[in-house]
């Protein structure tokens, strides 16, 4: 049957993630490649406990539509939470329960964005992200970042005033796994304020930080001036798709339209599900042993990291999150070394996708979360071995890099 796609469909790619997940899929594969969480996380045994109890207490509300807005008591939770984390009051009238955090993504950029509006984003930034705002066909301008992420001074050089909005990551970003220091905060929310710059925070890896304490959110910085993005996915299971946006309330009415016209609302059930399991304290026992197994995890790799990657590449510490971000010499190209690594069954994800502007292709991410420590070894040991072949054979033509580590 002939059809005719939209322009917007025209311009749709796959996710070079989601691409290279289809291959990862092998038993095979070694993958550093999905941003996936770890299925030993899951809690199994409370979820299906939630799930019999709900269906007993609840069948009716369950099963049946429910509110675009949310489940109240789940919304209530979620303000209740965030009052006290950033000592700020949220209401639940400001959470808008979401399938998912990229849901909010997609209809922040349906209220957002219209064709030509300039949104500014890190670099790199996450691929979902890039994804969901350029079907409103934006322009993006790339905020100059470093190794501690974005650098407020060149926020301050952007012509703010004009964009729609900032997208950021402060906690242990997708793709970088860096994590915004404390005063970088503030400069960045002066800034934005002084400019009257609407700031998403995208949070789905804040409470996964391995010491101390978290930072504080852009969101208890200036509650009327950022939209919050958070999710269950990376502390409960990404299956169960629920994620929430806090918004201030004039964008939460808009946002709440949006969402009528996406899907009516998040699953009844799920968020049912969600509540049950989270409303007497869960997350503060479940969250430290989550902790415990990306660390150790993440130790592992930087170890064989330090013990399989040649002179000359290049990674970040990360203190929480999922990913470790490696900068190869100049002239080596992570999509062509990604071939080769596919053919020794192991997998990660080129960096290129995750810029707006200008990509890097000697860039990589890896994820350490679902990989077990004796595999991790073996994989990192042949990307090495692979990286090590492969810089001989380009040579080190023009600029070398750092040797630093
Ligand atoms: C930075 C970031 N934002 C949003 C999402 C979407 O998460 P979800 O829709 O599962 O809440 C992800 C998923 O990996 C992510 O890494």
Not at 228 to 240: D, E, I, Q, R
Not at 279 to 284: I, Q, V
Request: contains cysteine; glycine residues 6%; charged residues 20%.
């Amino acid at each position: 049957m002939a059809f005719i796609l939209s322009q917007r469909a025209q311009k749709l790619t796959s996710s070079a993630i989601r691409e290279i997940l289809k291959v990862t899929e092998r038993p095979e594969v070694i993958s550093f490649a999905g941003g996936l969480p770890a299925p030993a996380t899951f809690p199994v045994t409370q979820l299906q406990q939630a799930c019999n109890e709900v269906l007993d207490t609840e069948p009716t509300a369950a099963l049946q539509y429910g509110p675009t807005e949310g489940f109240m008591l789940l919304r209530e939770w979620i303000a209740q939470h965030h009052s006290e984390r950033s000592g700020v009051a949220i209401s639940a009238e400001q959470v808008l329960v979401t399938t998912g955090s990229q849901q909010g993504l997609d209809l922040l950029a349906k209220v957002l964005i219209d064709p030509g509006s300039t949104v500014l984003v890190e670099t790199p930034t996450y691929l979902g992200a890039l994804q969901a705002f350029s079907l409103a066909e934006p322009q993006y301008r790339s905020v100059r970042s470093d190794d501690a992420g974005l650098v407020p001074e060149a926020l301050s050089a952007e012509p703010c005033e004009a964009a729609r909005f900032l997208y950021c990551l402060p906690n242990f970003q997708n793709p970088s796994g860096r994590r915004l220091p404390l005063e970088r905060r503030r400069q960045l929310i002066e800034i934005a304020d002084r400019a009257g710059l609407l700031v998403i925070e995208d949070d789905p890896y804040g409470e996964l930080y391995y010491e101390g304490a978290p930072l504080a959110s852009l969101l208890s910085m200036n509650p009327s001036g950022v939209v919050y993005l958070g999710s269950f996915s990376k502390v409960l299971a990404p299956g169960l798709r629920v994620g929430y946006v806090i918004a201030p309330p004039d964008l939460h009415r808009k946002l709440v339209q949006a969402k009528q016209a996406a899907d009516l609302h998040t699953p009844s059930f799920t968020q049912r599900i969600v509540h049950n399991v989270i409303k007497n304290g869960f997350l503060d026992e479940h969250l430290p042993r989550i902790r415990t197994l990306y660390a150790t995890q993440c130790r592992a790799m930087l170890e064989a990291l330090q013990r399989h990657f040649p002179a000359g590449v290049q990674w970040n510490r990360p203190e929480g999150g999922m990913f470790i971000w490696v900068q190869l010499p100049e002239h080596i190209d992570s999509a062509e070394l990604l071939q080769a690594a596919i053919e020794q069954h192991v997998a990660f994800v080129p960096g290129a996708p995750f810029y707006a502007n200008e990509p890097q292709p000697n860039t990589l991410r890896l994820s350490f979360v679902t990989v077990p420590p004796a595999k991790i070894e073996a994989g990192i040991a042949r990307l090495g071995s692979l990286l090590t072949a492969r810089i001989e054979a380009v040579g080190r033509p023009g600029k070398a890099p750092a040797a630093a580590r």
